[in-house]
């Protein structure tokens, strides 16, 4: 590895090393540009034909956080941090971020015809399974359908049906998650996910409609005399399998 390498490998490494759960925080706000760049590097993380079918919901408010808190069972994490992150996974908006992407393309004067060909098909193809994907109706036919595709050729998983595409969307915001939790990491602060909350409530105290909170972020300073559990992980070996 060249220092160049080295040196960027050691900075990463060491933010994925000092991000843990933290749920004791300093009482400090976190920094407005601090939080927007933050959001920003999250907006990043990849998504399945980059469909962003995600929202972030910021609560930065002193109500806005007594009542998400509460939601989140006024656990501690909740309690104490400054910035409440909400991660929402959008399944129904998959119509409108196709559109969207497809005027992007259009606009694209970067593009080559060929990429261009290539993504205006991919988005063709993607579309269909936006469309049908969350239908339920048509769910059993269509997975019985590709299960005897699959008898001869591979034939991926695709998500049909509603509580698959809701696993798929799902899926998809874990990744924003993690990466607003080493973007935070890395500009100075801590964070504590939690799925230890009522979705209902917490939907209802942030007025969400069509949207499905899976996951909440605690985000602020690691005070002084945090306390972290001792860091355990499970043997490489059990947990990597080489094929
Ligand atoms: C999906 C998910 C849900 C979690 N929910 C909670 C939670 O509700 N409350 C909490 O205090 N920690 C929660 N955690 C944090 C874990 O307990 C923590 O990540 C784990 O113990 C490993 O510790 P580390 O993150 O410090 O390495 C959650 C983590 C994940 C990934």
């Given at each position: 590895m060249n220092e160049h390498l080295e040196s960027r490998w050691s900075n990463l490494k060491a933010i994925i090393e000092e991000r843990r759960a933290v749920r004791n925080f300093d009482g400090s706000q976190v920094d407005s540009e601090d939080l927007r760049e933050i959001l920003a590097a999250a907006l990043l993380a990849p998504t399945s034909s980059n469909l962003q079918l995600f929202r972030l919901h910021v609560v930065t408010s002193a109500e806005g956080r007594a009542a998400v808190a509460e939601a989140c069972m006024n656990q501690r994490a909740a309690r104490g941090a400054p910035v409440l992150i909400a991660v929402a996974a959008c399944p129904v908006e998959g119509r409108r971020s196709i559109a969207e992407q497809a005027e992007a393309i259009a606009q694209d004067?970067?593009?080559?015809p060929r990429a261009r060909r290539h993504a205006e098909q991919h988005l063709k193809t993607i579309g269909m399974l936006v469309r049908f994907g969350p239908v339920s109706l048509l769910a059993p036919l269509i997975r019985t359908a590709l299960s005897i595709v699959r008898c001869f050729r591979p034939t991926p998983d695709l998500p049909f049906g509603k509580s698959a595409f809701r696993a798929w969307t799902m899926r998809n915001s874990a990744f924003v998650a993690q990466t607003l939790m080493l973007a935070a990491q890395a500009r100075g602060y801590a964070s504590c996910p939690m799925e230890g909350f009522d979705r209902f409530r917490v939907q209802r105290a942030l007025g969400?409609?069509?949207?499905?909170?899976?996951l909440m972020i605690a985000l602020g300073r690691r005070a002084d005399d945090a306390r972290v559990e001792r860091r355990w992980r499970r043997p490489f070996s059990t947990l990597v399998r080489v094929h």
């Open positions: 004067g970067a593009i080559t969400l409609v069509n949207e499905e909170v899976w």
